[in-house]
Nanobody
């Protein structure tokens, strides 16, 4: 079993930056694809970014492309989401997810096996 814990959320002004971290415990996730999703109030959870197990392949939602960067450090465990040029529409609860069966980056919500509890990101205008 894998437990994921997100951190780094908070309040930022539009144009500002935040860096989210996702730490895993229980089992190593170094061979797992990892992803970030978010859910705004009244909306469905949506894909944000994903990274392959090796870190060599990343994909992004069009809404965050060029502003967000996903990375990982398999030696130290965490997965990061660097968020720059934040917009009020980025306000949401952000979730980290791990796919134990797939090493490649993907946006298939239903294929991720483990989820964190989420961290709130609020961007003020």
């Amino acid at each position: 079993q894998v437990q994921l814990v997100e951190s780094g959320g908070g309040l930022a002004q539009a144009g500002g930056s935040l860096r989210l971290s996702c730490a895993a415990s229980g089992r190593t996730t170094s061979r797992y694809a990892m992803g970030w999703f978010r859910q705004a109030p009244g909306k469905e959870r949506e894909f944000v970014a994903a990274i392959s197990w090796s870190g060599s392949n990343t994909i992004y939602a069009n809404s965050v492309k060029g502003r967000f960067t996903i990375s990982r450090d398999n030696a130290k465990n965490p997965v990061y989401l660097q968020m720059n040029s934040l917009k009020p529409e980025d306000t949401a609860v952000y979730y980290c997810a791990a796919d134990r069966d797939t090493g490649g980056a993907h946006d298939r919500h239903g294929s991720y096996d483990y989820w964190g509890q989420g961290t709130q990101v609020t961007v003020s205008s």
